[in-house]
């Protein structure tokens, strides 16, 4: 391929510098280590220094305080990334991901790595968090015991899980806690071992212990307190079998997870002399540096000026931004950070702030406690009336305002902010009453007037604005409600009506829009936003959110409102996203994929080698995709139409891959071929994705039809699937995959070919007349109910059937292949050239390198790993 | 580059002088085309709704991918910026800006049609 054996310096890094540049080695990629890139690159000095990153675990900084959510909300490994699209690329930061340093030279000032590589550093920062500490039990190598700091420890769990019944953790704290939670997730019946009298010793007293107590154990984990961990027993396959405690009991168990406290990674500190606590951490002065003037340590590996090591993000992300400022040559120091937390833990809300624990000298506790409920509120209040701290199990809905006021004294007494709403609260009480000091986001410090000014200055209207704007509630995500409150209080003050307009053109929604189009046969985007956009739009360029929309309606209707069929026509094409412009969906390195459309995944022999030839003489990249069909990866812009020519010579036609409407209807081998198939499931697959195909709508559709009720085409994970019975088809709708998975909900039971067909059209065009934009049918489902939606294109109490079933008659009737069209003419075909002014020189920054035996991208910047 | 241009050319001013990219009549009002600049540099040219045309640099600096010519425009504020297809980063169209992260721009060249 061009340019293969030529992997150039990207565009993107800045210029050359005269002198050279120093070099700030960063050791540790965790949650701290990113913040501080993060800081380095909002004071500009990521881009003028050398910034190496020595990463041990195989993958860039994660959300490792969200780690459970990849059991609980089914979130993956990439969900949790932190690290922005891009961001080291643009700053030019070396990752070398998987590999620690192992050795620090302070006088020559290099690092070495596990690889052998040795950077000299200027600046060395330390990150390297903690290590999850192991009792020294006897029986703790056995296998089938984990610990719980690490996606990979994560997957580790889960993969041992599957052949286990019963699981174990030892600690009750915080984490110990989550990681039941996550046990309790996977299936095993769970048990917890805390040493000390209570569960989360730490947070909570002895009141909240037992509220916390109480609902754990409803929720079927077994709580053992005040007892210690012996051994740890092996079966003969030298798997965990039991678990010896103290008082003398044995608690058979399959797996077990360690979660007893954490210790700071100081080893590479203490190996080269650099002075570390007595219990461990990397003794640093408030300005975060360590005994050499050259070294810090932030995060959980240092002990801090205060003389304590904190086991939270927040602290550890004011640690990174002290010694970012003093890298950039400013004054920032840590002193100190407040230990206020809250969690969901379980199910269970929990939080404590403040001196939780009444430490102070004639303090007072103010108490409300509902064991039923399993409520427990408690405040610390100073003898001034000044509040100090608090507890609260069960409901912690007054967190976001208590733990502001702390170091005040608040507006009402006491025992009205613990009472329960309605028992005697005199006044209401919420986010408006906070002075602007408080602080709302602990975790990037931001205060309640900083978050007024957003709205109020910066033109700010929700709260993930704010968040863009001031980074509040982008931390651990505790303040996301009051945050919403402070900004609708704010909005209503200055008199803005919230907006559900679709963008700053638009005020109506989705669905508003496609109604004015329909009902009064409006054909062009021009005309939409001259007559009907926000004034100020009108006239103007419009924007990225309503071109893209605006095109889909106008395609999803276009027959039947008297346009031309084709989304690269006058009027339509400089509407279309990027993807659509071009039929083909563009790529990270800028070059398209090919995707030709496979009913139901079933295609010929002679088929199968048209790809491969295709492939072969573009030198594409060739993946099988989980829609049944074949992508084609690396095609320049230029390469498109003899691409596409080729494949539609073929019998080939557009698979639309690239659009926001039908992909691919799966399909088992059914009746034809398998023992078990009760229908006939390709020849289904295929007259439904030819019926559906080239229908433009809010967002993809997918779709599968499965032979039988073993259901191997995962229909109901589809947005409408199908699935075989005795007597015709059940048909589900509302299913998906991705990161919010969601199992399709049975819409009707065993209906003829024909009622099958006639319900899922008036299913579809019900969804894209009403759902909005990028709104999947999941989503739109959830919203508007699964009894609605049965109710009108079932029942018809709307009275619409019959006009929902003739939209499709016509989408059926005025479908045309898009590239076959296009090829035929040369105006549309204008677009494909990679160069206005040299229409066949391939554009120089497309390149690849080889993998496996095919291509891949070459990104001027490549994260190196 | 000093040859007089034929009326209804593009032109971009590049520090050797005026540049003659294409006929006017090459573009399609709200989307871009890219053009092959001297030493392999590359320009994303557009022309707006209004008639009038721009041209910023056509490297994304999020990404390194020469693709802004191939983004959607929009207005902000009654200026035409351009969002990128990749990670839909905005850019203003007259300075080469970038309007969702102020440390990032990309080149703008002044652009103008041969009367
Ligand atoms: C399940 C769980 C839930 C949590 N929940 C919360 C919460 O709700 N609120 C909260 O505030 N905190 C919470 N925490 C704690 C929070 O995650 C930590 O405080 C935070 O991650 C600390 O960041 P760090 O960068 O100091 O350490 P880490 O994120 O641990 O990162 C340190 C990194 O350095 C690497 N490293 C170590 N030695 C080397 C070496 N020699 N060379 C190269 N790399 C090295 C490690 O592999 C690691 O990737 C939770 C932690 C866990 C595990």
Redesign the pocket.
Same mark, same amino acid.
């Given at each position: 391929m061009d340019g293969m054996d030529n992997p150039t310096p990207g565009a993107a890094r800045p210029a050359p510098q005269p002198a050279p540049a120093p070099t700030i080695v960063l !050791?540790?990629?965790?949650?701290? #280590?990113q913040r501080f890139l993060e800081a380095l690159a909002d004071r500009g000095v990521a881009g003028r220094a050398r910034v190496v990153v @020595?990463? =041990?675990?195989p993958r860039p900084a994660y959300d *490792?305080?969200h780690?459970?959510s990849y059991f609980s909300a089914g979130a993956r490994p990439d969900d949790l990334a932190l690290v922005p699209e891009g961001f080291m690329a643009r700053y030019g930061i070396e990752l070398h991901l998987g590999d620690?340093? !192992?050795a620090v030279d302070r006088a020559a000032r290099t690092v070495t790595a596990r690889s052998g590589l040795v950077v000299r550093y200027d600046t060395l920062v330390l990150?390297?968090?903690?290590y999850p500490f192991v009792p020294p039990v006897p029986g703790r190598d056995a296998e089938g015991c984990f610990v719980? *700091?690490t996606i990979e420890d994560l997957l580790a769990i889960e993969a041992y899980a599957a052949g286990a019944r019963t699981g174990t953790v030892v600690g009750g704290g915080?984490?110990g806690l989550?990681a039941a939670g996550a046990l309790k997730g996977l299936g095993l019946r769970t048990h917890v071992v805390e040493f000390a009298p209570r569960l989360m010793p730490v947070q909570v007293d002895e009141g909240g212990g037992k509220a916390l107590r109480r609902t754990v154990e409803a929720l079927g984990v077994q709580v053992h307190t005040g007892v210690g961990t012996q051994e740890i027993t092996a079966g003969p396959d030298g798997k965990v079998a039991a678990m010896a405690l103290s008082d003398g009991s044995e608690l058979p168990t399959d797996l077990v997870v360690f979660s007893a406290g954490v210790r700071p *990674?100081d080893e @590479?500190a203490r190996a080269c002399g650099l002075p570390v606590g007595e219990r461990g951490g990397i003794v640093v002065d408030a300005a975060c540096r360590t005994a050499d003037p050259a070294v810090y340590a932030i995060? =959980?590996?240092a002990l801090a000026a205060d003389g304590r090591v904190y #086991? @939270? !993000?927040?602290p550890?992300y004011e640690m990174a931004e002290a010694a970012a400022a003093g890298i950039a040559g400013a004054e920032a120091s840590f002193t100190g950070a407040d230990l206020s937390?809250k969690?969901k833990l379980l199910g269970v809300d929990v939080a404590s702030f403040g001196d939780a624990h009444g430490a102070a000298e004639g303090c007072l506790d103010v108490l409300y406690s509902d064991p039923r409920a399993g409520i427990y509120r408690k405040l610390v209040v100073a003898p001034d009336g000044t509040l100090l701290g608090g507890v609260l199990v069960g409901d912690v809905e007054s967190y976001g305002v208590l733990r502001p006021l702390t170091g005040t004294v608040p507006p009402v007494a006491p025992e009205h902010l613990v009472l329960p709403a309605g028992a005697g609260a005199p006044v209401a009480f919420g986010p408006a009453a906070l002075p602007d000091a408080a602080v709302i986001c602990s975790c990037h410090n931001v205060a309640k007037g900083a978050i007024r000014a957003a709205v109020a200055e910066q033109g700010c209207t929700t709260a993930a604005e704010v968040g863009r704007c001031t980074r509040a509630g982008t931390g651990?995500g505790s303040c996301a409600k009051v945050l919403g409150q402070l900004v609708d209080t704010e909005l209503a003050a200055a008199g803005i009506a919230v907006d559900k307009g679709l963008c700053r053109c638009f005020a109506q929604t989705r669905a508003e829009l496609y109604e004015t189009v329909l009902a009064l046969r409006i054909t062009s985007y021009r005309e939409l936003l001259d007559r009907h956009g926000r004034p100020e739009a009108r006239g103007g360029e419009g924007c990225e959110v309503c071109k893209p929309t605006v095109a889909s309606i106008l395609a999803s209707l276009a027959p039947t409102i008297g346009l031309s069929g084709h989304v690269l026509d006058a009027g339509q094409a400089a509407l279309q996203d990027t993807n659509d412009h071009f039929l083909a969906n563009m790529q990270k390195n800028g070059s398209y994929s090919v995707v030709p459309r496979i009913p139901g995944g079933e295609i010929t022999p002679e088929k199968l080698i048209v790809i491969g030839e295709v492939a072969r003489d573009f030198g594409l990249y060739t993946k099988i995709t989980g829609g049944q069909r074949i992508d084609l990866f690396g095609a320049r812009v230029e390469q498109l139409p003899r691409i596409w020519a080729r494949l539609v010579a073929a019998g080939f036609e557009s698979g639309h891959a690239y659009g926001k409407a039908l992909r691919t209807v799966k399909s088992c081998v059914g009746s034809a071929w398998c023992r078990y198939g009760v229908q006939d499931s390709v020849r289904m697959a295929i007259d439904l994705e030819l019926r559906y195909r080239g229908l433009r709508s809010p967002h993809k559709l997918k779709s599968a039809v499965s032979g039988c009720a073993r259901e191997c085409a995962e229909a109901q994970s589809k947005d409408f699937g199908v699935i075989a019975t005795a007597a015709g088809w059940n048909l589900y709708v509302g299913g998906n995959g991705g990161a919010t998975p969601r199992h399709a909900d049975l819409l009707a039971k065993d209906l003829s070919d024909a009622e099958l067909v006639r319900l899922i059209d008036r299913f579809l065009m019900f969804y894209i007349r009403t759902a909005e934009r990028l709104e999947r049918t999941s989503v739109w489902l959830e919203r508007i109910g699964l009894d609605h939606v049965r109710d009108v294109v079932v029942h018809d109490s709307l009275g619409i059937c019959a006009e929902l079933e003739q939209l499709m008659a016509d989408h059926v009737a005025g479908y045309r292949d898009e590239w076959a069209d296009t090829l035929d003419d040369p105006e549309r075909l204008r677009r494909f050239v990679s160069f206005v002014n040299a229409p066949d020189t391939p554009d120089p920054t497309v390149r690849f390198v080889p993998e496996r035996g095919q291509i891949k991208p070459l990104l001027p910047l490549t994260v190196i790993s | 580059m000093t040859a007089p241009a034929a009326p209804g050319s593009v032109q971009l001013l590049l520090p050797g002088g005026w540049f003659t990219a294409c006929p006017v009549g090459a573009l399609e009002p709200g989307r871009g085309v890219a053009v092959l600049l001297p030493e392999d540099a590359q320009a994303a040219l557009f022309l707006d709704s209004a008639g009038a045309v721009h041209a910023i640099g056509n490297i994304d600096p999020f990404t390194g991918a020469a693709v802004l010519s191939h983004g959607l425009l929009g207005s902000a504020a009654g200026r035409p910026y351009v969002a990128s297809p990749l990670l839909k980063q905005r850019f203003d169209l007259a300075t080469g800006r970038c309007l969702d992260d102020e440390a990032a721009s990309v080149p703008a060249y002044p652009a103008r049609v041969v009367g």
């Amino acid at each position: 391929m061009d340019g293969m054996d030529n992997p150039t310096p990207g565009a993107a890094r800045p210029a050359p510098q005269p002198a050279p540049a120093p070099t700030i080695v960063l !050791v540790g990629h965790g949650m701290v #280590g990113q913040r501080f890139l993060e800081a380095l690159a909002d004071r500009g000095v990521a881009g003028r220094a050398r910034v190496v990153v @020595l990463c =041990e675990e195989p993958r860039p900084a994660y959300d *490792r305080v969200h780690l459970t959510s990849y059991f609980s909300a089914g979130a993956r490994p990439d969900d949790l990334a932190l690290v922005p699209e891009g961001f080291m690329a643009r700053y030019g930061i070396e990752l070398h991901l998987g590999d620690p340093a !192992v050795a620090v030279d302070r006088a020559a000032r290099t690092v070495t790595a596990r690889s052998g590589l040795v950077v000299r550093y200027d600046t060395l920062v330390l990150a390297t968090g903690s290590y999850p500490f192991v009792p020294p039990v006897p029986g703790r190598d056995a296998e089938g015991c984990f610990v719980y *700091r690490t996606i990979e420890d994560l997957l580790a769990i889960e993969a041992y899980a599957a052949g286990a019944r019963t699981g174990t953790v030892v600690g009750g704290g915080l984490l110990g806690l989550e990681a039941a939670g996550a046990l309790k997730g996977l299936g095993l019946r769970t048990h917890v071992v805390e040493f000390a009298p209570r569960l989360m010793p730490v947070q909570v007293d002895e009141g909240g212990g037992k509220a916390l107590r109480r609902t754990v154990e409803a929720l079927g984990v077994q709580v053992h307190t005040g007892v210690g961990t012996q051994e740890i027993t092996a079966g003969p396959d030298g798997k965990v079998a039991a678990m010896a405690l103290s008082d003398g009991s044995e608690l058979p168990t399959d797996l077990v997870v360690f979660s007893a406290g954490v210790r700071p *990674r100081d080893e @590479l500190a203490r190996a080269c002399g650099l002075p570390v606590g007595e219990r461990g951490g990397i003794v640093v002065d408030a300005a975060c540096r360590t005994a050499d003037p050259a070294v810090y340590a932030i995060g =959980e590996c240092a002990l801090a000026a205060d003389g304590r090591v904190y #086991g @939270l !993000v927040a602290p550890g992300y004011e640690m990174a931004e002290a010694a970012a400022a003093g890298i950039a040559g400013a004054e920032a120091s840590f002193t100190g950070a407040d230990l206020s937390t809250k969690l969901k833990l379980l199910g269970v809300d929990v939080a404590s702030f403040g001196d939780a624990h009444g430490a102070a000298e004639g303090c007072l506790d103010v108490l409300y406690s509902d064991p039923r409920a399993g409520i427990y509120r408690k405040l610390v209040v100073a003898p001034d009336g000044t509040l100090l701290g608090g507890v609260l199990v069960g409901d912690v809905e007054s967190y976001g305002v208590l733990r502001p006021l702390t170091g005040t004294v608040p507006p009402v007494a006491p025992e009205h902010l613990v009472l329960p709403a309605g028992a005697g609260a005199p006044v209401a009480f919420g986010p408006a009453a906070l002075p602007d000091a408080a602080v709302i986001c602990s975790c990037h410090n931001v205060a309640k007037g900083a978050i007024r000014a957003a709205v109020a200055e910066q033109g700010c209207t929700t709260a993930a604005e704010v968040g863009r704007c001031t980074r509040a509630g982008t931390g651990c995500g505790s303040c996301a409600k009051v945050l919403g409150q402070l900004v609708d209080t704010e909005l209503a003050a200055a008199g803005i009506a919230v907006d559900k307009g679709l963008c700053r053109c638009f005020a109506q929604t989705r669905a508003e829009l496609y109604e004015t189009v329909l009902a009064l046969r409006i054909t062009s985007y021009r005309e939409l936003l001259d007559r009907h956009g926000r004034p100020e739009a009108r006239g103007g360029e419009g924007c990225e959110v309503c071109k893209p929309t605006v095109a889909s309606i106008l395609a999803s209707l276009a027959p039947t409102i008297g346009l031309s069929g084709h989304v690269l026509d006058a009027g339509q094409a400089a509407l279309q996203d990027t993807n659509d412009h071009f039929l083909a969906n563009m790529q990270k390195n800028g070059s398209y994929s090919v995707v030709p459309r496979i009913p139901g995944g079933e295609i010929t022999p002679e088929k199968l080698i048209v790809i491969g030839e295709v492939a072969r003489d573009f030198g594409l990249y060739t993946k099988i995709t989980g829609g049944q069909r074949i992508d084609l990866f690396g095609a320049r812009v230029e390469q498109l139409p003899r691409i596409w020519a080729r494949l539609v010579a073929a019998g080939f036609e557009s698979g639309h891959a690239y659009g926001k409407a039908l992909r691919t209807v799966k399909s088992c081998v059914g009746s034809a071929w398998c023992r078990y198939g009760v229908q006939d499931s390709v020849r289904m697959a295929i007259d439904l994705e030819l019926r559906y195909r080239g229908l433009r709508s809010p967002h993809k559709l997918k779709s599968a039809v499965s032979g039988c009720a073993r259901e191997c085409a995962e229909a109901q994970s589809k947005d409408f699937g199908v699935i075989a019975t005795a007597a015709g088809w059940n048909l589900y709708v509302g299913g998906n995959g991705g990161a919010t998975p969601r199992h399709a909900d049975l819409l009707a039971k065993d209906l003829s070919d024909a009622e099958l067909v006639r319900l899922i059209d008036r299913f579809l065009m019900f969804y894209i007349r009403t759902a909005e934009r990028l709104e999947r049918t999941s989503v739109w489902l959830e919203r508007i109910g699964l009894d609605h939606v049965r109710d009108v294109v079932v029942h018809d109490s709307l009275g619409i059937c019959a006009e929902l079933e003739q939209l499709m008659a016509d989408h059926v009737a005025g479908y045309r292949d898009e590239w076959a069209d296009t090829l035929d003419d040369p105006e549309r075909l204008r677009r494909f050239v990679s160069f206005v002014n040299a229409p066949d020189t391939p554009d120089p920054t497309v390149r690849f390198v080889p993998e496996r035996g095919q291509i891949k991208p070459l990104l001027p910047l490549t994260v190196i790993s | 580059m000093t040859a007089p241009a034929a009326p209804g050319s593009v032109q971009l001013l590049l520090p050797g002088g005026w540049f003659t990219a294409c006929p006017v009549g090459a573009l399609e009002p709200g989307r871009g085309v890219a053009v092959l600049l001297p030493e392999d540099a590359q320009a994303a040219l557009f022309l707006d709704s209004a008639g009038a045309v721009h041209a910023i640099g056509n490297i994304d600096p999020f990404t390194g991918a020469a693709v802004l010519s191939h983004g959607l425009l929009g207005s902000a504020a009654g200026r035409p910026y351009v969002a990128s297809p990749l990670l839909k980063q905005r850019f203003d169209l007259a300075t080469g800006r970038c309007l969702d992260d102020e440390a990032a721009s990309v080149p703008a060249y002044p652009a103008r049609v041969v009367g």
